[in-house]
């Protein structure tokens, strides 16, 4: 079997499980079983996350989940941002959109900061959390008391901004109709639901195109990462700390493990290169693993302050098969010149690096193109110097100091009303790089696999664990 055969053959096996739990929740909401279908409905939005199915949103899934909101208290319409209501799902030290959030409330200096994590792991409590008024609530919790507990944290904040998970029921259970809100699109690549907010803000403008072509979600925002440049510790300290040379060249890379997959393809890439360069390194942030136990190669796992990384670093290889965005503006913003990988099925569509103030970013679509850029950065100093000092200029004058006028006006559009226009978004797209995604995103260790599935949304199914059960079964037939 071909790839695009393979491509397709993926393509649509998900989208057939997608719709049987989407059938499978609409009877249990006809059958009046709220709680189950609720469940069933979550695991179809899971599904389509994880396993691209060439849908972006889900209209069925959405309504069915407005049916069962809970009342709500009248929207509060203050015509000022002046308290500022932040829900993510859940919330962690390490991560591009807990990065995200935490600059944002860092940077919004004057207005009141408020967070409402809807499924918090208990065991994780992340450092910037602390000090601020934080309602955290578990995933054992019966999800339309979560619900009842935001709808009525919505109603005294003045706006409400989502920084959720793509499958996360609760802010469509919860949000008052008419609140203004904003949905930060971190995950634009994938299927999310759409919790009816007033904008829609994204961090690209790939991300923009592809809201109103496939999820039916026209005029939306650019709000760009936030990046703050910060003194860095000292450069030959931090490679001592680190077990680097003095005179190495240091290729820094940085993003959760499964931005990765098992590391092979990242390494496959590097492998000629410190062949070629026996002074070449590459230092990994994020992931670890047998795969990254090579000579010249120092995996670090999660570490709780990049600066170090960065102070030792000459260069950035943006993560590979999955691009982490967050990660290379600090590279970027730290003087880094920074290089990337993309499939040609997918440059330019789905985590496209056209983010504002990146147009000096390297994007190769095939491997030789990606060495080729990587081997003029290894080989001259003066280059390294140029392309950073040029790249780090672009970079901080739109995500450093110029981000706040984008903040603002993103708040006066949520504030201005009334909710961003929707259209019908297509049933279904099967393009080449809707393929190539089907394929690339089918081993995704980030996604539980069925048996996983099974035990983690009917065990929090409260008494309707046998119904998510049979209906989850039946899907993946």
């Not at 009046?32 to 396993?51: D, G, K, Q, Y």
């Not at 999800?143 to 935001?150: H, Q």
């Not at 994938?190 to 961090?203: F, K, N, S």
């Not at 504002?356 to 290894?378: C, I, K, N, Q």
């Amino acid at each position: 079997m071909t790839d695009d055969a393979a491509g397709r053959a993926a393509l649509v096996l998900n989208r057939r499980r997608i719709d049987r739990l989407t059938a499978a929740a609409t009877a249990l909401s006809a059958a009046r079983r709220p709680v189950a279908a609720i469940h069933v409905a979550t695991a179809a939005a899971e599904l389509a996350w994880h396993r691209h199915g060439g849908v972006y949103r889900l209209p069925r899934v959405e309504r069915l989940l407005r049916r069962w909101a809970v009342p709500a208290p009248p929207a509060r319409v203050a015509g000022e941002a002046r308290t500022v209501l932040h829900v993510l799902s859940s919330a962690y030290d390490f991560g591009g959109h807990s990065r995200f959030a935490t600059r944002w409330i860092e940077r919004d200096a004057g207005r009141r900061a408020r967070v409402f994590l809807t499924e918090q792991p208990p065991d994780v409590d992340p450092e910037w959390l602390r000090g601020l008024a934080v309602e955290r609530h578990g995933p054992r919790e019966p999800v339309r008391a979560r619900a009842v507990a935001l709808a009525r944290a919505c109603a005294t904040a003045d706006v409400v901004v989502l920084h959720v998970h793509p499958q996360d029921p609760v802010p469509l259970l919860a949000l008052p109709p008419g609140t203004p809100s904003i949905l930060l699109n971190h995950a634009d690549h994938a299927c999310w639901l759409d919790a009816g907010v007033t904008v829609v803000a994204h961090i690209r403008e790939s991300a923009r195109r592809l809201a109103d072509e496939r999820r039916g979600l026209p005029d939306g925002s650019i709000l760009p990462v936030p990046v703050d440049p910060r003194p860095l510790p000292d450069r030959a300290a931090a490679r001592k700390a680190l077990g680097l040379p003095g005179d190495a060249v240091v290729a820094l890379t940085i993003g959760s493990n499964f931005k990765y997959g098992d590391g092979t393809e990242f390494l496959r890439l590097c492998e000629p290169m410190l062949a070629a360069y026996p002074a070449l390194f590459v230092l990994a942030v994020g992931p670890s693993g047998p795969a990254w136990e090579r000579d010249r190669v120092r995996a670090l796992g999660v570490v709780p302050d990049v600066g170090p990384a960065l102070a030792a670093s000459d260069l950035y290889l943006d993560s590979w098969p999955y691009s982490s965005l967050t990660s290379m503006l600090d590279a970027a913003a730290a003087g880094l010149p920074t290089i990337g990988r993309q499939l040609p099925e997918i440059s330019g569509t789905f985590e496209a690096v056209d983010s504002p103030g990146l147009a000096r970013h390297v994007v190769a679509t095939d491997d030789a193109t990606w060495r080729a850029a990587l081997d003029r950065l290894v080989a001259s100093p003066e280059a390294r110097r140029s392309a950073g000092a040029a790249l780090a200029a672009d970079v901080t004058a739109v995500h450093g100091r110029g981000w706040r006028d984008h903040l603002d006006a993103v708040y006066a559009r949520a504030l201005a009303g009334p909710p961003q226009r929707r259209v019908d978004p297509p049933g279904f797209v099967d393009s080449p790089a809707d393929r190539r995604l089907a394929t690339v995103y089918r081993d995704d260790p980030n996604y539980p696999g069925l048996p996983a599935l099974l035990h983690r949304r009917a065990g929090a199914a409260e008494r309707e664990g046998a119904l998510v059960l049979r209906a989850l079964a039946k899907a993946f037939r």
